[in-house]
């Protein structure tokens, strides 16, 4: 069966910043054809990508992700019956989602009882153990239920079939981000979504070195002239500077499973799924890691973009760029290296497994540099591409039906 996969590549230069820190709070590296390279988790683009969301789709589309799930829940069941009090309604939800995701939902141990001067402590919502991604409309779906059941809503889930209920409402209509990013629930496999998308680690095209900023910051207050001389705090910051190369895949296939059963009865069969692809074309293009971006504001949009869609598997090109690039000829950046480096390989490797007319492709790029890149497509702007390939995966879903 002919398959629709989105493949994404990106070259995307950033100035000095420290996009994804480790625990030491150190730009994450990785060693790639033999050198150091600049790297940003694929987590870390993801979460910006999910983030982005917020601009580009109806809250209804999406989930939130939260080990205060209970209390999220209650907020929806206070709003369908606002006679319920607020420590009932955290209750009742801690039952409804226990039972729909098998996971236990308790009042953390650091929260509630007795403080250590006697007095009692505030009650506390209760969480799960583990962050719990469900979508607007299946927390809609699970507040509904809970106040079907208020009376007593321990023996309202001993029914299999009410049981049952809850599982399937916490397993249908999923938003976007749940279908692109899928979701695991450790206590209730059945309930897992498998990922639409996989999203590679950025990395730099070239060798790294990691510096370290030194800064100061001064007193404002200070009761003489002569007091202290010194500086009221000093500290370094490590940053590096990059041109990443990005890439992400997305299996169109695998989305429409995921959103099937979240389909509204007002529109074109294929309208979720242009829209989720839309947004994910936009988002994951247009996004940025927010890590120490007060102290860099590295706020740059890719010098090139590469879109195509396959109609048999994915494909990275990072290949191309496992011998580290080196600088221009004119002693310049990067940018212009990688941007033919690509230009050659990604013809050379579809020619050679024999898939050069298995996709469409678009160029989105920027520059001089990135000339070479204007052979592999049709050029166009970002409206104009996001337009363009939610059209192509429309038409293809429709002539699946």
């Known amino acids: 069966m002919t398959r ?9 230069s950033v100035p000095p910043s420290n996009l994804n820190r480790d625990d030491t709070g150190t730009p994450k590296t990785a060693v790639y054809g033999g050198v150091r390279r600049a790297r940003v988790s694929s987590q ?6 999910r983030t982005s969301f917020h601009d580009l789709l109806d809250p209804s589309e999406l989930g939130v992700r939260t080990k205060r799930v209970a209390e999220l829940l209650a907020d929806r069941i206070h709003e369908l019956d606002p006679s319920i009090p607020q420590t009932e309604a955290w209750d009742l939800a801690a039952e409804t989602v226990q039972n729909a995701t098998g996971s236990k939902i308790e009042v953390p141990k650091r929260r509630g009882g007795t403080a250590k001067n ?16 469900l979508s607007a409309r299946q927390l809609d779906g699970l507040a509904e239920l809970a106040v079907e059941g208020r009376d ?30 899928g979701r695991m629930v450790a206590d209730g496999a059945d309930i897992n979504v498998d990922a639409a ?38 500290g370094t910051v490590e940053f590096n500077s990059a041109t990443l190369y990005r890439y992400a895949a997305l299996d169109v296939d695998r989305l429409s499973d995921n959103l099937g059963k979240g389909l509204r009865d007002d529109e074109p069969l294929t309208e ?51 011998e580290p690039c080196k600088q221009g000829p004119d002693g310049g950046g990067f940018v212009q290296e990688a941007a033919a480096r690509l230009a050659r390989y990604v013809p050379e490797i579809e020619d050679a497994y024999g898939v050069a007319d298995d996709a469409r492709t678009w160029v989105l790029r920027v520059g001089k540099n990135t000339e070479p890149l204007s052979a592999l497509g049709t050029q166009v702007s970002l409206p104009e591409l996001v337009n363009a390939v939610g059209e192509e995966v429309a038409g293809r879903q429709e002539q699946q039906r």
């Open 4 to 12: 629709t996969i989105i493949d994404l590549h990106v070259l995307q």
């Open 44 to 49: 870390a683009w993801k979460r910006a990508t």
């Open 118 to 133: 006697g007095d009692e402590e505030p009650a506390a919502a209760p969480e799960s153990k583990y962050l719990m991604f």
């Open 152 to 181: 007593d809503i321990k023996t309202f889930f001993k029914d299999k079939d009410t049981k049952a209920r809850a599982k399937q409402i916490a397993n249908a209509r999923h938003s976007v981000d749940i279908a692109l990013f």
């Open 197 to 234: 998308t996989q999203v590679a680690h950025a990395l730099s095209v070239h060798q790294v070195e990691n510096e370290s900023d030194y800064y100061t910051a001064v007193d404002d207050h200070k009761e003489r002239e002569d007091d202290d001389l010194g500086a009221g705090m000093i």
């Open 272 to 322: 979720p799924v242009r829209r989720a692809v839309e947004a994910f074309v936009e988002g994951f293009i247009t996004s940025m890691p927010t890590g120490k971006v007060n102290t860099f504001g590295n706020h740059t949009l890719p010098d090139a973009v590469v879109v195509k869609i396959r109609s048999s598997r994915p494909i990275s090109f990072v290949s191309a760029f496992e």
